[in-house]
Nanobody, 128 residues
């Protein structure tokens, strides 16, 4: 199984940018569909983008055009480039791997329940 560790969170001003990283160990990311999620206090976990084993991507409307998901060439790192951050982006951000899936298809890759392995999360705080 894969172990995931996020990093890169922190504090940023409204309109700023951050890049989150998710380091994988124990397995290669090429075996999984990978996703980024976030959870703000008092809210449910929210799907952001996903990327398939072959690099196809999908984005939630709330982040489309602002966030970019990518993988490192060695398939051991997942990234989330976040631009034009707003106060509403403040949350704990998680990376996740969906076991048994390598492609985006008819399964619900936009729901947290479909993802098997999770990192511990990294806090992103956007201030005015």
């Amino acid at each position: 199984q894969v172990q995931l560790v996020e990093s890169g969170g922190g504090s940023v001003q409204d309109g700023g940018s951050l890049t989150l990283s998710c380091l994988a160990s124990g397995d290669t990311l090429s075996r999984y569909v990978m996703g980024w999620f976030r959870q703000a206090p008092g809210k449910e976990r929210e799907w952001l983008p996903s990327i398939s084993a072959i690099g196809n991507t999908a984005y939630a409307d709330s982040v489309k055009g602002r966030f970019t998901i990518s993988k490192g060439s060695a398939n051991d790192n997942l990234y989330l480039q976040m631009n034009s951050l707003t106060l509403e982006d403040t949350a704990i951000y998680y990376c996740a791997a969906a076991a048994g899936y390598r492609y985006l298809g008819s399964w619900k890759w936009y729901t947290a329940d479909e993802y098997t392995y999770w990192g511990q999360g990294t806090q992103v705080t956007v201030s005015s």
